[in-house]
Nanobody, 116 residues
Framework: QVQLVESGGGLVQAGGSLRLSCAATRSFSSAYTTGWFRQAPGKQRELVAAITSSGSTNYADSVKGRFTISRDNAKNTVDLQMNSLKPEDTAVYYC??????????WGQGTQVTVSS
């Protein structure tokens, strides 16, 4: 069974940095896009950043210039470097792989808490 495993969450002070990593137990076809989503208490899950198999990226406006998504195809990992963290970045962060017409895959989530 395919699994996505997130790691790297934790507690950090405002202005600090964290690096999240999403590891997949197998490789995926080039049709899949990997995304990092987050969900704060009482809020809807939202897309933070995404990267295609060719390396094209997109970011939520709220994280542009602070977060960077990258991939290592040889390792089947996608990382999210988060700098200049703010208390409003506090959420559970999820990794997801999605492709039109194909099954979606989600990780179990990792907690990121930013203290003021």
């Amino acid at each position: 069974q395919v699994q996505l495993v997130e790691s790297g969450g934790g507690l950090v002070q405002a202005g600090g940095s964290l690096r999240l990593s999403c590891a997949a137990t197998r490789s995926f076809s080039s049709a899949y896009t990997t995304g990092w989503f987050r969900q704060a208490p009482g809020k809807q899950r939202e897309l933070v950043a995404a990267i295609t198999s060719s390396g094209s990226t997109n970011y939520a406006d709220s994280v542009k210039g602070r977060f960077t998504i990258s991939r290592d195809n040889a390792k089947n990992t996608v990382d999210l470097q988060m700098n200049s963290l703010k208390p409003e970045d506090t959420a559970v962060y999820y990794c997801s792989k999605r492709a039109p017409g194909f099954r979606e895959y989600w990780g179990q989530g990792t907690q990121v808490t930013v203290s003021s």
